[in-house]
């Protein structure tokens, strides 16, 4: 089979009719249902009051609400959402999240499109970006220092998982907000995500079915993969101070598989096992499904990415569900998101939301 001499779109079933056992790593996970609920179990902590707070700008076009809802006691979530102006009606609503060292606000466009098509776009801020850390976050600095302060951490009472878990815990409790809103249809809420904001969203919609509708922008891969064949440099590299500590802590003059492996293993654990992306998809089956992505993505690298997609196939498969999952991979790219991905992506809410 030759594959990505031109543009692949996987609409059903055609990467389920390639063999499946040639993509897999041959993993026995856990049910489905036990690995949602040792996800939940994992990252479960106190509920608090959501404490809903928001200053509200009015336009021609657009409702645009700023401001946040507590996810934990000292963990204020800053939230951005574009909401239509047409219609008293409830709408559907999409939470798009940014990438490594971005912030909510770079979601606007695809917030003021969604607006324009009827459905209310929501976006935060991730932990340690954007309003999140006090005049603003550095790009991915505060970031990558919270996960350097994790990787340190000695009380496992205390243990922060700020790599990626921690804000896949905020997202339930956005969705705990919308739901509560009158003006949102708790039936109809989607979620969607570049990068690190696509991994964050495919860890958050596995295990809460109150997702119906999931779009993941460069993000789908297999860590268990990149591990076994020496593809972890990339995403290592999106943390590398912290992975740059350990080393040193592990008395390593440089980064390898086994100080990698540390790292991921205390910072976001069993992400090589029930946790990592072909299993986590799995859990998507019925909902409707669309993975974008490039040929020649190092943080997510393409057989990895086979594998997780492979393993989404066969549950759709099980469920007699291949109409609601869907792939596109664009030839030659690295790692970024294309303008017919964005496309895409705003046509698959809109179709099935």
Not at 311 to 338: C, E, G, N, W
């Amino acid at each position: 089979m030759m594959l990505f001499k031109t543009r692949i779109l996987y609409p059903t079933v055609a990467l389920w009719l390639c063999s499946f056992a040639s993509f897999s790593q041959q993993i026995n996970y856990p049910p489905a249902d036990k690995v949602a609920a040792d996800f939940k179990k994992l990252l479960e902590r106190p509920r608090v009051p959501l404490n809903p707070a928001f200053e509200v700008t009015k336009t021609d076009s657009v409702i645009i609400e700023h401001g946040f809802i507590y996810s934990e006691k000292n963990e204020r979530v800053p939230m951005l959402i574009y909401k239509p102006v047409t219609g008293t009606r409830a709408h559907p609503a999409v939470v798009f999240l940014h990438g490594t060292g971005g912030r909510k606000e770079d979601n606007k466009k695809i917030l003021y499109q969604l607006a324009k098509r009827g459905i209310m776009g929501v976006a935060i801020d991730a932990r340690f970006h954007g309003e999140r850390i006090a005049g603003g976050a550095h790009g991915s600095t505060e970031y990558v220092a919270a996960a350097t302060a994790a990787w340190e951490n000695k009380d496992k009472a205390r243990q922060t998982h700020p790599f990626l878990f921690d804000t896949a815990f905020d997202l339930w409790r956005i969705t705990d907000y919308l739901v509560s809103r009158p003006d949102v249809d708790a039936n109809r809420i989607g979620m969607g995500g570049i990068s690190m904001g696509g991994i964050e969203t495919w860890l958050a919609a596995s295990a809460d079915k109150r997702i119906k509708v999931v779009v993941l922008d460069i993000s789908v891969q297999s860590f268990k993969w990149s591990l076994d064949n020496d593809k972890w440099q990339a995403r290592a590299g999106t943390i590398q101070g912290a992975h740059l500590q350990a080393a040193k802590d592990l008395g390593d003059s440089v980064l390898n598989k086994r100080n990698v492996k540390a790292v991921w293993d205390k910072l976001l654990p069993n992400i090589t096992g029930e946790f990592d992306c072909p299993s986590m998809l799995r859990l998507m089956a019925p909902r409707a499904l669309l993975v974008v992505g490039t040929e020649n993505d190092p943080n997510c690298p393409l057989p990895g990415a086979n594998i997780a997609y492979a393993s989404a196939m066969q549950a759709y498969a099980a469920k007699k569900a291949t109409s609601r999952i869907s792939r596109d991979v664009t030839p030659k790219l690295f790692h970024t998101s294309t303008p017919e991905h964005f496309k895409m992506t705003l046509d698959w809410f809109s179709k099935w939301l």
